[in-house]
């Protein structure tokens, strides 16, 4: 079997989610699997110096332009969301807890809670707004409320964040392939041809 | 006749000059011409907090290896400049001062300017070296020494650099057609279904 690839992304991050919505689709080409794995960027931004895309003078409307078009060119819904950006402290803690039980049922849930964020605008750092998220997929709401304040799972989330900037993960997507790191989701066709070639 | 195509970039801009590579091409396939105008990307970067991706910890050696990984996939020769990054002053008053009296020499001068800096380690800031690479084209050495330090040369670059933030170019390359504005080599694809499509 070979390798899984990485796919770190915020959920805070607008081209993180464009990226999810074509990145299964991408690898199952390939058989391919896909772990998820979010993080939280202002670890990283502490150290590149870096802000969210939106936030900075000039980038950030061209950004917001650039997104909407590309998302219409994906055919992915998208409207950049009134609270901009979050802290995505919450859905992540959600992630990591479920993705214990069920890996499978975790990956529903990022999609779903990206969805809610940047297709519907609903404030996914509010753990009661992830929570309801979740609960539609069949997670139970009481339980993931306690898990989302369980130090247990905070420093789980924190372990993930600490690995992936050890790792030199940046931004967001930041997808690695047999050890090739692609940032961007303009990175995407260059990780298809890469798993296509195994490089060139 | 369609709009031409405009193409902003910094001669210190590697993701400028891979740029510069595919988009005569590109424009071709669509019967568009391409004005090339470079531009000094130190005065935006006052005004978005900038810096050359290149320099930035963490994403600085991505971007290196980000680089070289996308040349070759271009078949593009390339090699991070032992002196990097420069004011690209020198060649961007000679390109403009070329432009006036031949823009189709001029365009040659250019590409054959980002070649010397990122295929072949040549500093190209250095007006001699500037001088040099543009006299193998034709162009009179001694009347080009002369015109890097006129006045109105000076001014004629200044003003384009000017116009161009006005615009909002924050970066390079940059790309307009027909009032669409692309900023990054990686959405020349775009650019080539935008022109294909007239948009989406």
Do not use: C
């Not at 402290?89 to 999609?111: E, H």
């Not at 047999?178 to 990780?191: M, T, Y």
């Amino acid at each position: 079997m070979a390798n899984p690839i990485d796919f770190y992304f915020d959920f805070s991050s607008p081209y993180g989610y464009l990226a999810s919505t074509r990145i299964e689709a991408i690898a199952a080409k390939r058989e391919r699997s896909v772990v998820w794995r979010p993080i939280l960027l202002g670890a990283a931004f502490k150290i590149t110096g870096g802000q969210p895309l939106p936030t900075i003078p000039l980038k950030g409307s061209y950004a917001a332009h650039d997104l909407a078009r590309s998302a219409r060119l994906l055919g992915a819904p998208f409207k950049l969301p009134s609270k901009f950006p979050i802290a995505a402290t919450a859905p992540s803690r959600a992630f990591y807890w479920i993705q214990d039980r069920d890996p499978a049922l975790a990956k529903q849930v990022a999609q779903a809670l990206y969805r809610s964020y940047f297709a519907e605008d609903r404030d996914i750092s509010n753990p009661e707004v992830t929570g309801n998220v979740a609960a539609k997929l069949g997670v139970d709401k009481g339980e993931l409320a306690q898990a989302l304040n369980d130090p247990a799972v905070k420093e789980r989330l924190r372990n993930e964040v600490d690995a992936a900037i050890e790792r030199g993960v940046f931004g967001s997507p930041y997808i690695v392939v047999d050890g090739e790191p692609f940032w961007g989701s303009d990175r995407l066709d260059q990780v298809d041809r890469w798993l296509e070639s195994g490089g060139w």
